[in-house]
């Protein structure tokens, strides 16, 4: 059982990516129900991936650069064509929006 759900976190993190995603379309692509979602977004974060949401958005997955890193966020009825911007936070720390 514990292989199953390892299996279906790992595809859920491999879903997640630099462009925003919803929960509902997690889901929908990993096969498991929204609120397993959640629960295995919260364990991906204690794991130290760098996983960012907020409400009314999606989640992507923030990849550090030198310079800052590429965040796209967008409401969920605009998530297909969310618009990017590079950004850079004081002292490099990545602020959690949850």
């Not at 929204?34 to 204690?46: E, H, M, S």
Request: charged share 30%.
């Amino acid at each position: 059982m514990n292989d199953i759900r390892e299996l279906k976190r790992d595809q859920l993190l491999a879903e997640i990516g630099p462009d925003v995603v919803t929960a509902d379309m997690l889901a929908e692509r990993v096969g498991i129900c929204t609120r397993t979602v959640y629960r295995y977004v919260r364990q991906l974060r204690a794991a130290g991936h760098k996983i960012m949401s907020g409400p009314g958005f999606g989640y992507l997955r923030l990849e550090r650069a030198q310079a800052g890193y590429q965040a796209c966020l967008s409401p969920r009825s605009d998530a297909k064509q969310a618009k990017c911007e590079r950004t850079t936070w004081p002292g490099g720390d990545i602020p959690d929006l949850l």
